[in-house]
Nanobody
Framework: QVHLVESGGGLVQAGGSLRLSCEASETVSGAKAMAWFRQAPGKQREMVAIIRWDGTTNYPRSVKGRFTISRDNAKNTMYLRMINLKPEDTAVYYC????????????WGQGTQVTVSA
């Protein structure tokens, strides 16, 4: 079974930037899609970036233009570059994926905490 480990979170001031990493225990280059999610206290988990098998990406309006998802198949790693961070971006960030059978790729990991101070 694939396992995913998120890293790169931290405390940053508003307007700052971070790059998150999601390392897979084995290749996920054959996944239908990989995505980043976040969950703030008291809120539901939401998707903030997706990259599909063909390289196309999508972002919700709340992060579009500030977040960039990318992947390095050779390193079994996916990234989320975040710039111009806002306090409302504070959350635990998770990664996961979807197979072509529409199954969730891996169990949820521990996530990585991102805290943006005003």
């Amino acid at each position: 079974q694939v396992h995913l480990v998120e890293s790169g979170g931290g405390l940053v001031q508003a307007g700052g930037s971070l790059r998150l990493s999601c390392e897979a225990s084995e290749t996920v280059s054959g996944a239908k899609a990989m995505a980043w999610f976040r969950q703030a206290p008291g809120k539901q988990r939401e998707m903030v970036a997706i990259i599909r098998w063909d390289g196309t990406t999508n972002y919700p309006r709340s992060v579009k233009g500030r977040f960039t998802i990318s992947r390095d198949n050779a390193k079994n790693t996916m990234y989320l570059r975040m710039i111009n961070l806002k306090p409302e971006d504070t959350a635990v960030y998770y990664c996961n994926g979807q197979s072509f059978n529409d199954d969730q790729l891996a169990p949820w990991g521990q996530g990585t905490q991102v805290t943006v101070s005003a």
